[in-house]
């Protein structure tokens, strides 16, 4: 029995003195990732990838949309990718699909 209360104890003290160095040494890291975070040069090159990012995100979104609405106007029939596509209404496809369907040599 008294082996056993004096591993219990034995680990409770080692968890408590690991956790306290373990904390001591991750703040240390981070107070250390801050500091190189923070200087001029890394700043400088992190401005110049969030704005070399965000013009290649603007130029992606709108090439997203442009081909969205086009595959929206082949899978409806309709010409809405010189209008806009998005403008048109979701009825506007379905009586599109219907009147296709009543058509002689329409989809079933």
């Given at each position: 029995?008294?082996?056993?209360?004096a591993f219990v104890l034995?680990?409770?003290?080692?968890?408590?003195?690991?956790?306290?160095?373990?904390?001591?040494?991750?703040?240390?890291?981070?107070?250390?990732?801050?500091?190189?975070?923070?200087?001029?040069?890394?700043?400088?090159?992190?401005?110049?990838?969030?704005?070399?990012?965000?013009d290649r995100v603007d130029?992606?979104?709108?090439?997203?949309?442009?081909?969205?609405?086009?595959?929206?106007?082949?899978?409806?029939?309709?010409?809405?990718?010189?209008?806009?596509?998005?403008?048109?209404?979701?009825?506007?496809?379905?009586?599109?699909?219907?009147?296709?369907?009543?058509?002689?040599?329409?989809?079933?």
């Amino acid at each position: 029995m008294k082996g056993k209360i004096a591993f219990v104890l034995g680990a409770a003290v080692g968890y408590v003195l690991g956790t306290r160095a373990g904390r001591e040494r991750y703040e240390q890291i981070k107070r250390g990732a801050q500091t190189v975070w923070n200087t001029p040069s890394v700043q400088r090159g992190a401005d110049a990838v969030r704005e070399a990012v965000g013009d290649r995100v603007d130029r992606v979104k709108a090439s997203v949309v442009r081909a969205g609405r086009s595959a929206f106007s082949s899978f409806t029939g309709g010409d809405d990718a010189g209008r806009g596509g998005a403008e048109a209404s979701p009825n506007d496809a379905v009586r599109r699909a219907a009147k296709r369907e009543e058509e002689p040599g329409g989809a079933v």
